[in-house]
């Protein structure tokens, strides 16, 4: 049999990011008996209008993807030009490397407008993954728009996206079993611990899970942080909490899951809300249970399900909080939940196998 050949393209794919993970994860956990990828990626490069600077390469993240089988293809880009609405790259070699014919199927992992290099691709079917909301690219070789939640693929609808190419297929996350936590190293055996994780990003930073734990912490509470941007640590210090840790960004896994260890309750928090986030997927593989709060996107109201709840203000949360710790039942109901929605919703292998299925479909 004839292997499917499928090409990853994105910017920047090499990094320790969300919407790059989840690219890195699908392409190394396709089956290698049944298809053959390449995956196009390119270093950290300015932007032209404006002042973003997107993740450069992990090592790590190339490593972890050239062992499961996956061929790199490193592209040069000098820029990224987003005062063009294609977001074009500049002084890039990527069409000396590149050559559609070669392949089956293009896998994107986009914002949703059109956009380099994809508005050029014309003849291959392209399988499209967004990861914002309400932008859409009709190109006529899309053969699948994958969303990645209800609330995302309703805004895509409404914006003129066509509901006959759309497919919900949630964030894929590679779960690693660990033992380890930082309780012990900590002294915080016998405290009840909320925390989150989340990436070095002033634009995404939420004031409300601190707010609310400022409101109940006490000498049995503690709240961990992995990740982060500097404004909880400021916000922290000007709290004057007391039991507040945090821990250096990370791409290791082990060390991710030592981090999860250590929590009683996954708290988070984010200014624009999530479509479908990595973070609560993995603290769902725990058995967290969750708080969160509402925001412009709201898909991890989607995700936390019956696993927690989802409040509208910091009081709310706070309550919640309290709930958490007095209210063994309810605590050990939202355990029990967040455990069966990650092995019966979000668990990796049912989702690539999702995307083999997918793949199939297409070359038919």
């Known amino acids: 049999m004839n292997k499917i050949k499928v090409a990853f393209i994105k910017f920047g794919g090499m990094a320790n990011g969300g919407t790059e993970k989840y690219l890195q994860t699908i392409s190394s956990y396709l089956?290698?008996?049944?298809?053959?990828?390449?995956?196009?990626?390119?270093?950290?490069?300015p932007y032209i209008g404006a002042d973003f600077v997107h993740l450069?390469?992990?090592?790590?993240?190339?490593?972890?993807?050239?062992?499961?089988?996956?061929?790199?293809?490193?592209?040069?880009?000098?820029?990224?030009?987003?005062?063009?609405?294609?977001?074009?790259w500049v002084d890039t070699n990527f069409w000396e490397l590149f050559d559609e014919s070669k392949y089956d199927i293009i896998q994107t992992g986009r914002a949703g407008h059109p956009e380099y290099p994809f508005y050029l691709i014309k003849n291959t079917p392209i399988v499209d993954s967004i990861h914002l909301a309400g932008m859409v690219d009709n190109n006529s070789?899309?053969?699948?728009?994958?969303?990645?939640?209800?609330?995302?693929?309703?805004?895509w609808i409404a914006a003129g996206g066509d509901p006959s190419r759309a497919v919900i297929i949630p964030v894929p996350v590679e779960i690693v079993g660990s033992d380890e936590s930082y309780r012990e190293e900590?002294?915080?055996?016998?405290?009840?611990?909320?925390?989150?994780?989340?990436?070095?990003?002033?634009?995404?930073?939420?004031?409300?899970?601190?707010?609310?734990?400022?409101?109940i912490e006490s000498d049995d509470t503690?709240?961990?942080i992995l990740g982060g941007s500097s404004n909880y640590r400021k916000q922290a210090k000007d709290l004057g909490l007391?039991?507040?840790?945090?821990?250096?960004?990370?791409?290791?896994i082990s060390l991710i899951h030592k981090f999860l260890n250590t929590l009683d309750v996954y708290a988070h928090g984010r200014s624009d809300g999530e479509q479908c986030s990595s973070a609560i997927i993995e603290?769902?593989?725990?058995?967290?249970?969750?708080?969160s709060h509402t925001a412009p996107s709201m898909g991890q109201l989607e995700q936390i399900g019956n696993a927690g709840k989802v409040v509208?203000?910091?009081?709310?949360?706070?309550?919640?909080?309290?709930?958490?710790?007095?209210?063994?039942?309810?605590?050990?109901?939202?355990?029990?939940n967040a455990s069966k929605r990650y092995n019966e919703v979000y668990n990796v292998k049912a989702i690539i196998e999702r995307y083999c299925e997918l793949y199939r479909e297409v070359i038919k």
Request: a negative charge.
């Open 141 to 155: 070789n899309i053969a699948k728009t994958v969303l990645i939640s209800e609330d995302q693929k309703s805004k």
């Open 56 to 88: 450069d390469t992990d090592q790590s993240r190339v490593e972890y993807t050239k062992s499961h089988g996956v061929n790199l293809i490193k592209v040069n880009v000098g820029a990224k030009d987003v005062t063009k609405p294609t977001h074009d």
């Open 312 to 336: 509208n203000n910091y009081s709310e949360y706070a309550d919640v909080m309290r709930s958490m710790i007095d209210d063994k039942k309810y605590y050990g109901e939202c355990v029990i």
């Open 242 to 252: 007391k039991n507040v840790r945090f821990l250096d960004t990370t791409s290791n």
């Open 283 to 291: 603290g769902l593989s725990h058995s967290l249970p969750m708080i």
């Open 31 to 45: 089956p290698k008996d049944e298809f053959e990828v390449d995956f196009y990626y390119c270093d950290s490069a």
């Open 222 to 224: 503690a709240f961990l």
């Open 186 to 215: 900590f002294g915080w055996e016998d405290k009840f611990v909320f925390g989150m994780h989340q990436r070095d990003d002033y634009n995404i930073f939420s004031p409300m899970p601190l707010e609310a734990y400022d409101e």
